[in-house]
């Protein structure tokens, strides 16, 4: 039997059995069993054509942040990516019109960020069909999703694409679980957790464990997850990114249909063939990918605000900014003085660990 058609038969036992707290082990164990297989169909050293991790598409990564634009064939992505960065990638009223990766490059606020339209994805792309393999690794690699839809199949479409990328260890929109999992030598499973009455349970912990031939660990949960949250801590290769649901062609819709639409949680409508609201699809983009700008001043000159540092705002201490100009510098630091609104006195002098804010000014002072 191949890989396929065991993650079927899962599949479909899966949607068979009735979920409740007594099953809760038993589907627990099924769904350790499906990652596995699809970690397995996706490995290289798979049987079942390659396909690995780092099987995507064979595209540089420049500029401050990459953002994917990910969809079904024909919903606009081209038209997308030539509006907003001026790049060629071919349009027509036919499927599959894109069949590698297009990179173009978005200026917006002194950073540079690369888009790419990736070829469109169909159902089953999580487990090899058409070129789904490629176009997710190189997702995978992206800091933010933009998912294309067309406006007139816009909730199923956005079903159908997040069961493709979910089952190739995207999890978008989410944060990972804080779930501290420790194997042990000895001692059995230990599962705590800061719930009174959490999702799991310790025999549907045993029976997710047992799957991976665990059975000696600590598992304490410090929030209410499932089985799901469980398996992506064990597999450890999941990828939290955000994600924003652009809803494109809103032409084709009424205004009232819009205004539902729009009232969604991550979602931008957009025209991008007449170009409405592709500057609030960018804004939004700048907001979801928390960039921070930080301006270098010479000792003695004014600020340079044409080429800011950009940072991400998970990694935007003083040592970040050092070593995103020279690796060197960091270790000949003194001390920084910081201008903005990260500090109470302008300058403040600051060491390596002080976190800056969105235009903050920096000048730094080496050790003599």
Same mark, same amino acid.
């Given at each position: 039997?191949?890989?396929?058609?065991?993650?079927?038969?899962?599949?479909?036992?899966?949607?068979?059995?009735?979920k409740n707290k007594a099953t809760a082990?038993?589907?627990?164990?099924?769904?350790? %069993?499906?990652?596995?297989?699809?970690?397995?169909?996706?490995?290289?050293?798979?049987?079942?054509?390659?396909?690995?991790?780092?099987?995507?598409?064979?595209?540089?990564?420049?500029?401050?942040?990459?953002?994917?634009?990910?969809?079904?064939?024909?919903?606009?992505?081209?038209?997308?990516?030539?509006?907003?960065?001026?790049?060629?990638?071919?349009?027509?009223?036919?499927?599959?019109?894109?069949?590698?990766?297009?990179?173009?490059?978005?200026?917006?606020?002194?950073?540079?960020?690369?888009?790419?339209?990736?070829?469109?994805?169909?159902?089953?792309?999580?487990?090899?069909?058409?070129?789904?393999?490629?176009?997710?690794?190189?997702?995978?690699?992206?800091?933010?999703?933009?998912?294309?839809?067309?406006?007139?199949?816009?909730?199923?479409?956005?079903?159908?694409?997040?069961?493709?990328?979910?089952?190739?260890?995207?999890?978008?929109?989410?944060?990972?679980?804080?779930?501290?999992?420790?194997?042990?030598?000895?001692?059995?499973?230990?599962?705590?957790?800061?719930?009174?009455?959490?999702?799991?349970?310790?025999?549907?912990?045993?029976?997710?464990?047992?799957?991976?031939?665990?059975?000696?660990?600590?598992?304490?949960?410090?929030?209410?997850?499932?089985?799901?949250?469980?398996?992506?801590?064990?597999?450890?290769?999941?990828?939290?990114?955000?994600?924003?649901?652009?809803?494109? %062609?809103?032409?084709?819709?009424?205004?009232?249909?819009?205004?539902?639409?729009?009232?969604?949680?991550?979602?931008?409508?957009?025209?991008?063939?007449?170009?409405?609201?592709?500057?609030?699809?960018?804004?939004?983009?700048?907001?979801?990918?928390?960039?921070?700008?930080?301006?270098? %001043?010479?000792?003695?000159?004014?600020?340079?605000?044409?080429?800011?540092?950009?940072?991400?705002?998970?990694?935007?201490?003083?040592?970040?900014?050092?070593?995103?100009?020279?690796?060197?510098?960091?270790?000949?630091?003194?001390?920084?003085?910081?201008?903005?609104?990260?500090?109470?006195?302008?300058?403040?002098?600051?060491?390596?660990?002080?976190?800056?804010?969105?235009?903050?000014?920096?000048?730094?002072?080496?050790?003599?």
């Amino acid at each position: 039997m191949s890989v396929l058609q065991k993650i079927k038969e899962i599949e479909d036992e899966m949607a068979r059995t009735q979920k409740n707290k007594a099953t809760a082990g038993h589907l627990g164990m099924l769904k350790a %069993k499906l990652a596995k297989l699809r970690r397995e169909l996706l490995e290289p050293s798979s049987g079942a054509g390659g396909g690995g991790k780092g099987d995507g598409f064979d595209v540089n990564k420049v500029g401050d942040a990459r953002v994917g634009l990910v969809g079904f064939p024909s919903v606009g992505k081209s038209t997308l990516l030539n509006k907003l960065t001026g790049t060629f990638s071919e349009v027509a009223a036919y499927e599959f019109t894109t069949l590698t990766c297009v990179p173009g490059v978005i200026r917006y606020r002194g950073a540079k960020i690369q888009l790419l339209d990736l070829p469109g994805i169909i159902e089953g792309a999580k487990d090899g069909k058409g070129r789904g393999r490629q176009v997710i690794a190189t997702a995978r690699t992206c800091d933010l999703i933009l998912i294309v839809l067309d406006c007139l199949k816009p909730i199923t479409h956005k079903k159908l694409i997040e069961h493709e990328l979910e089952g190739f260890g995207l999890r978008l929109n989410k944060t990972p679980p804080e779930i501290t999992f420790k194997k042990k030598d000895k001692g059995g499973i230990n599962f705590t957790s800061t719930l009174a009455n959490p999702k799991l349970d310790l025999e549907a912990v045993r029976a997710v464990l047992s799957e991976y031939r665990i059975h000696n660990a600590d598992v304490h949960l410090k929030g209410d997850y499932d089985v799901d949250d469980l398996v992506d801590v064990i597999e450890g290769s999941r990828v939290y990114v955000p994600c924003i649901y652009v809803i494109n %062609k809103i032409d084709q819709i009424t205004l009232e249909e819009l205004n539902v639409l729009d009232r969604l949680p991550h979602y931008c409508p957009v025209c991008a063939y007449h170009e409405w609201n592709l500057e609030g699809l960018v804004e939004m983009c700048w907001e979801y990918l928390k960039l921070v700008r930080v301006y270098t %001043k010479p000792k003695g000159k004014l600020p340079d605000y044409n080429d800011p540092v950009v940072l991400r705002a998970t990694h935007c201490a003083v040592e970040d900014f050092c070593n995103r100009l020279h690796k060197a510098i960091a270790k000949q630091l003194k001390y920084a003085l910081v201008w903005g609104s990260s500090v109470k006195h302008r300058p403040q002098k600051v060491g390596k660990e002080h976190v800056l804010h969105d235009e903050d000014i920096v000048q730094l002072v080496k050790r003599i």
